[in-house]
């Protein structure tokens, strides 16, 4: 990648942070072990980029060895010989990716059975669809290849109901609308999605729950699947999920850490017995401490 002149004289490591998907941490891993360079020579994560400078990234291949089975307590809300439905918590990556290499739901998942889907590969076992480190809630996992390709089918074909909680900032106007964008990769910072001409079509629906003293308690369904899909689209409509660094502000009087998002109801038709189930999970913690400040009236109807 050619530095712009707008990002000169910055920390290589702070400008790669910025422009990559992983994390300072886990540049600085790769700066240490020469596998960075500008201009074709080996740095310090303390070098500071020029406009003009030429910086090279070879990422190693994660490798098997590093997939561990890990002791973590996670909430399994129901599990048969074909699938599990897990409550994922926050701060909680779905599965290994550099920079995140331990701590992840697979590596929790591979402690708890040995019986997980191959058709994601070492990486991903098991995963069919994903939620962001801070979004709480609901993920489906396969613990085989034809209960994954089943559920696989359904994602693709919008068949499985997915129902998410937020709280925005602002005040919302309608109590009901649809967003209807097309979202893509921005252009100008790559660890976010935005809403591009060129991108791809994404449809999400709201319900307003509750109006709550500048903010809004919604209930969101998505027919589509992109990612950071409902977090671009309230943060396109002027109203961001309160906590959410990177769509909203950077500071929030609650002083939450992460996206106040829960996937609270999951729908699908059972891969191998062809009927329909659903599952939901409630609200957790963090997220009914700062309904409770705004004196919401309705947290009783998401307690479960």
Request: overall charge positive; charged content about 25%; proline content about 4%.
């Amino acid at each position: 990648m050619i530095i712009q002149s707008d990002l000169n004289d910055i920390r290589v490591d702070q400008f790669l942070a910025l422009k990559t998907n992983f994390s300072r941490t886990y540049i600085q891993k790769l700066i240490k072990e020469k596998l960075v360079r500008i201009n074709d020579k080996v740095i310090k994560a303390s070098e500071k980029v020029k406009s003009g400078d030429n910086i090279s990234i070879d990422i190693p291949p994660v490798e098997e060895l590093k997939l561990v089975a890990e002791d973590i307590p996670i909430d399994i809300i129901y599990e048969d010989d074909d699938l599990i439905v897990v409550n994922k918590p926050k701060n909680m990556v779905v599965h290994p990716a550099p920079g995140n290499y331990s701590g992840t739901l697979v590596n929790a998942l591979l402690y708890k059975t040995k019986n997980l889907s191959t058709v994601n590969g070492v990486v991903r076992p098991g995963i069919v669809h994903r939620l962001d480190k801070d979004t709480t809630g609901l993920i489906i996992v396969a613990k085989n290849d034809i209960s994954h390709k089943g559920l696989a089918e359904q994602l693709k074909n919008h068949l499985v109901n997915k129902t998410y909680l937020a709280l925005v900032d602002g005040v919302v106007k309608d109590d009901m609308g649809t967003i209807h964008t097309m979202i893509g990769r921005n252009p100008k910072e790559r660890k976010k999605m935005a809403v591009v001409e060129n991108g791809k079509e994404a449809v999400t629906t709201y319900n307003v729950i509750e109006r709550l003293n500048g903010y809004t308690f919604l209930k969101l369904n998505i027919k589509t699947g992109r990612t950071h899909q409902i977090r671009v689209h309230l943060a396109y409509i002027g109203h961001p999920i309160v906590g959410d660094k990177l769509y909203g502000k950077k500071k929030n009087e609650f002083g939450i850490n992460g996206q106040l998002l829960h996937a609270h109801k999951i729908g699908f038709i059972h891969p191998a017995y062809g009927r329909y189930m659903e599952f939901s999970a409630p609200l957790p913690e963090h997220f009914t401490d700062v309904l409770k400040k705004l004196g919401s009236k309705k947290l009783s109807d998401f307690d479960k």
